[in-house]
């Protein structure tokens, strides 16, 4: 009564033979499917889900120039609003004080407003520095100066430049922002309207790094530029300044959009005006965020190879299933016929 168990034994009846053979095309078929299915499966996975990853990082990248753009934006202008409060103070627009409170003025402004390094009351008649913070360059002459002659016009904000000089007063650092700064100047207006002085001022970068930080976002590089296409903040080993100055006045639709940079691959790259929208749109400074899509890609086929590979483990399984029942069915099958009598 043993007889069915005995696989591959000679003296086996015929049947079970026939009905493993049946099992095993059944599970081969099965598997033939599961890959079949498997293959098309993980393509259309891989496709749909970099399409969805893209758009999906296309707005995280626009979000992020936008924000940045605006922080510094506001930032800037800001500040420049704090030197026109300052330009409007009694002790400054009045002839009537001393160099020495004026100077007084200008250092509680400055303790108030560390981010200013440097501010200087200059005479619009002579074109000498009355007070200045600290005393420097008391008495030199700022005539030819943009700071001076900008200043008197109205509000001017320069473009951001390298200050060794300064930068080692105020310690010397290995980071490359501490020695970047932005001139400001301000008309001062007497009671009766006309322009007696004007507040020049020297503004350090760091807060504009600070702002860079804070709207970082892991994975994505974010940075400034400025028309020529020079980075201004932020540190990016992979475009040169030709792409840069290139992609500055390349007018980008709205979200961001792929570009190929030299020695980096194709990315994908946003880009967003930071002074456009305020009153100083010649400084032309851009916010570039970039994202290498090969990581994007990455991701994706990672998911396309988990479907592939969910469709051969749910086919390997069935196949197995199969075989198990069907050789079940059989053996049920023989132990009745082997009951039966005669």
Known sequence: ???????????????????DAVAYRVACCIALIAIAVAIPAALVADS??????TESHARALDAVVQNTAQFLSAGLNTRVRDARAL??????????PSAQDKRAALEDFRYRSPDFVWVAYIDTHT????????GAEEGVTAAGQPVFEEGRQGSFVGPVHE???LAQARGDSADPVDRLFVDVGVPVLSAQGETVGVIAAVLEWRWA??????TQVPGIETLVVDLSGQVILGRDRVAPPTLLAEITHRQFPQGATRVRW???????TAIAPASANGPYPTLGWRVVAHEPMREINAAARQVGLWVALSCALVGAISAMLVVVLLRRRAATRRWHKADQPG
């Open 209 to 214: 790094e600070q702002i860079r930080q804070h």
């Open 87 to 96: 330009s409007r103070t009694p002790v400054i627009r009045n002839p009537s």
């Open 1 to 19: 009564m043993k007889w069915w168990g005995t696989r591959g034994n000679a003296d086996a009846p015929p049947m079970l033979e026939a009905d």
């Open 48 to 53: 749909r889900v970099a399409r969805a990853l």
């Open 262 to 268: 030299p020695e980096a691959g194709e990315q994908l």
């Open 163 to 165: 200050v060794r000089e």
């Open 127 to 134: 074109g000498l520095i009355v007070a200045a913070t600290g």
